[in-house]
């Protein structure tokens, strides 16, 4: 079964610490996306990849960064956490071409404290 | 112009009967449109989707109905069971071109038994 897995289901980190957030696809995509779902606001990218060490930004990248160091995996990092930056995130994968395509992480809910 | 506009943000069904949410958009260079569903603690997955090119498409219970000209469509669910309480996104991709998807704010669909 194909598979994009996030390494933590549940986080709780302070505030000012660094935050690594992790996805990894098995499919052989080339495209991978960080969003991040809050209550009434639905589904905001934060940054996406098309290609193994390119990033851009998406529309809410600010206090983020990402890195691809390799194609089957996506980290998110957050430099230095804010309370404002509790959220679930959702990574998410699909091939190029087909970017209709999505296949979702189950998601990382972070709590910032 | 890039936004999709989804209705309502929650909604509330008896068992047994039909759920209906819609979106519209504005921008005509949008392709091909999904739908997507979320159930608690997991990330969305493809339901069904559609090109502007078929006004409908059904897949089990669930229908998409498209109105190229109003700039609407629609997903319908029929026969609606508690199994379907999720929440559900629309989108829309100018396909084949590495644009993101462009999602709706999501509907809560909670089906009463």
């Known amino acids: 079964d194909v598979k994009v897995t996030q390494s933590s289901r549940y986080l709780v980190k302070r505030t000012g610490e660094k935050v690594f957030l992790e996805c990894v696809q098995d499919?052989?995509?080339?495209?991978m996306f960080w969003y991040r779902q809050d209550p009434g606001l639905g589904l905001r990218l934060i940054y996406f990849?098309?290609?193994?060490?390119?990033?851009e930004k998406g529309d809410i990248p600010e206090g983020y960064s990402v890195s691809r160091e390799k194609k089957e995996r996506f980290s998110l990092i957050l430099e230095s956490a804010s309370t404002n930056q509790t959220s679930m995130y959702l990574c998410?994968?699909?091939?190029?071409?087909?970017?209709?395509?999505?296949?979702f992480g189950s998601g990382t809910r972070l709590t910032v404290v | 112009q890039q936004q999709v506009k989804q209705s309502p943000q929650s909604l509330i069904v008896q068992k047994g009967g039909i759920s209906i949410i819609n979106c519209a958009y504005e921008n005509t260079a949008f392709d091909y449109f999904p739908w997507y569903q979320q159930f608690p603690g997991k990330g969305p997955a493809l339901l069904i989707a559609i090109r502007p090119d078929v006004s409908e498409k059904k897949e089990g219970r669930f229908t998409i109905s498209f109105n190229k000209s109003a700039k609407q469509f629609s997903l319908h669910i029929m026969d609606s069971q508690p199994g379907d309480s999720a929440t559900y996104f629309c989108?829309?991709?100018?396909?084949?071109?590495?644009?993101?998807?462009?999602w709706g704010a999501g509907t809560k669909l909670i089906i009463k038994p």
């Open positions: 989108a829309a991709i100018v396909g084949g071109s590495n644009y993101q998807l462009i």
């Open positions: 499919m052989d995509h080339e495209n």
């Open positions: 998410a994968s699909s091939e190029q071409g087909a970017n209709y395509g999505y296949t």
């Open positions: 990849s098309y290609d193994v060490k390119m990033k």
